[in-house]
């Protein structure tokens, strides 16, 4: 059973802040992705990533930076937090191209 | 780029009461999949259509996928309290990219 973590469900960071949001999955997928879920506007891709140190720009890459290391860990960053990156966050892995993604939990962010 | 809209963005029915969605792209698709997400929950994989004219069932779900590939439905038939949650379609395209709809949310009353 594909098990997708997230490092926090809810986080609260100030206006400027360097935010790190991590996702670690464990069932050696390729792929993986990160998440914005605002209401009304459904999953929009950040970024997403198909090898170690690979990475490729979603829809709406602005203000986001991405990192992975490791196979099974892909980490989002927030170089300087802003109050519209208040959202709900998503990573999701998949086990190729044409396959279905796993989704995370979730972090609840909170930019005040 | 690639869009992918749905219809409608909400849904009210009465338990027993029948319930679609509908989901359109923008371009031709490589294959479309659903995914359901409870309350407080995550995206959970439903099915993924690949041919088209394909159409697949999962006990009261019927999936449809368009025959030029670029709109599918889902159709919940005598929904259930636990069929509540929100109802996604994404569209692959040859690329592989996967576009998500703005998503359907179904509420059902007991």
């Known amino acids: 059973d594909v098990k997708v973590t997230q490092s926090s469900r809810y986080l609260v960071k100030r206006t400027g802040e360097k935010v790190f949001l991590e996702c670690v999955q464990d069932?050696?997928?390729?792929?993986m992705f990160w998440y914005r879920q605002d209401p009304g506007l459904g999953l929009r891709l950040i970024y997403f990533s198909y090898d170690v140190k690979m990475k490729e720009k979603g829809d709406i890459p602005e203000g986001y930076s991405v990192s992975r290391e490791k196979k099974e860990r892909f980490s989002l960053i927030l170089e300087s937090a802003s109050t519209n990156q208040t959202s709900m966050y998503l990573c999701a892995s998949s086990r190729g191209g044409r396959f279905e993604q796993y989704f995370g939990p979730g972090t609840r962010l909170t930019v005040t | 780029g690639q869009q992918v809209m749905q219809i409608p963005q909400y849904q009210h029915v009465q338990e027993g009461e029948d319930f679609t969605t509908y989901c359109n792209s923008s371009t031709t698709l490589s294959n479309i999949q659903w995914y359901k997400q409870r309350p407080g929950g995550h995206p959970v994989f439903l099915i993924q259509?690949?041919?088209?004219?394909e159409v697949k069932k999962q006990k009261r779900l019927t999936f449809q996928f368009g025959e030029a590939k670029k709109n599918s439905s889902l159709h919940i038939t005598a929904t259930q309290t636990t069929d509540v949650g929100t109802y996604f379609c994404?569209?692959?395209?040859?690329?592989?990219?996967?576009?998500f709809g703005g998503g359907t949310r179904l509420m059902v009353k007991p």
């Open positions: 994404a569209g692959q395209d040859a690329g592989n990219m996967l576009t």
């Open positions: 259509l690949v041919k088209s004219g």
């Open positions: 069932m050696d997928h390729e792929n």
